[in-house]
């Protein structure tokens, strides 16, 4: 089944100590991005990445880091959780329409199934 | 940088009666369009897109939206909503050529039976 799976689903974390949330898909996606969703904020993009080694950062990056050492996976770090980090993140993936140029927005989104963490 | 606005936050509509939320963005050249529905507890699926050509594009569930370039909006619309599309909607917007997405704020639709 094609899928994007994140673990785990749900994490109570203290302040300080890191962690890291995994991103795997089975779709040979190019494109990978994570975000966190907040009441009344929407979604917010964190980082993505267009291909393996290839991160660059969404409009609220700090305090995360992420890595796409392999193309199916791509964990998102908090080194240092606070907690205005608690939310519900969730990991996204698409193929790139790579005929239309070098850099290129994503088709549709296939969505994980999400990670509520709170730090506390 | 781009920005997506979604008017209305909350819709309540009964069965069988017709849905257009609105969706308006804020970029000067081109891009791609996205709606996703997020049912109650679960994540994003992709309801529908645009890319290029015919403005009027058709999603899954009967869903469709109207790309109206003059006017930077992607509206969605259904004719006969049910109790089962009770659910927040999110337009999304990807400017060509950039990798980075912009949601608007979701509008959470509420169907009574």
């Known amino acids: 089944e094609a899928q994007v799976t994140q673990n785990p689903r749900y994490l109570i974390t203290v302040t300080g100590k890191k962690l890291t949330v995994t991103c795997s898909q089975n779709?040979?996606?190019?494109?990978m991005s994570w975000y966190r969703q907040d009441p009344g904020l929407g979604l917010r993009q964190i980082y993505y990445s267009m291909n393996v080694e290839v991160t660059d950062k969404g409009d609220v990056p700090e305090g995360y880091k992420v890595s796409r050492k392999e193309k199916r996976n791509f964990p998102l770090i908090l080194e240092s959780p606070s907690p205005n980090q608690t939310s519900l993140y969730f990991c996204?993936?698409?193929?790139?329409?790579?005929?239309?140029?070098?850099?290129?927005?994503?088709?549709?989104?296939?969505f994980g199934s999400g990670t509520r963490l709170t730090v506390v | 940088a781009q920005s997506v606005s979604q008017h209305n936050h909350h819709v309540i509509l009964s069965e069988a009666a017709s849905l257009e939320l609105g969706c308006n963005y804020s970029?000067?050249?081109?891009?791609?369009l996205f709606w996703y529905v997020q049912y109650p507890g679960q994540h994003l699926q992709l309801l529908l897109k645009?890319?290029?050509?015919?403005?009027l594009v058709k999603g899954i569930k009967g869903f469709e939206a109207e790309f109206i370039k003059s006017k930077f909006s992607f509206n969605l619309r259904k004719p006969s909503v049910q109790w089962s599309d009770t659910a927040e909607y999110f337009c999304?917007?990807?400017?060509f050529g950039a990798g980075k997405s912009t949601f608007g704020d979701g509008t959470t639709l509420t169907v009574k039976p």
């Open positions: 996204a993936s698409s193929f790139l329409p790579f005929d239309r140029g070098d850099r290129n927005p994503p088709y549709g989104y296939t």
């Open positions: 779709m040979n996606h190019e494109y």
């Open positions: 970029y000067g050249g081109t891009v791609n």
């Open positions: 645009y890319f290029s050509g015919d403005p």
């Open positions: 999304a917007v990807n400017p």
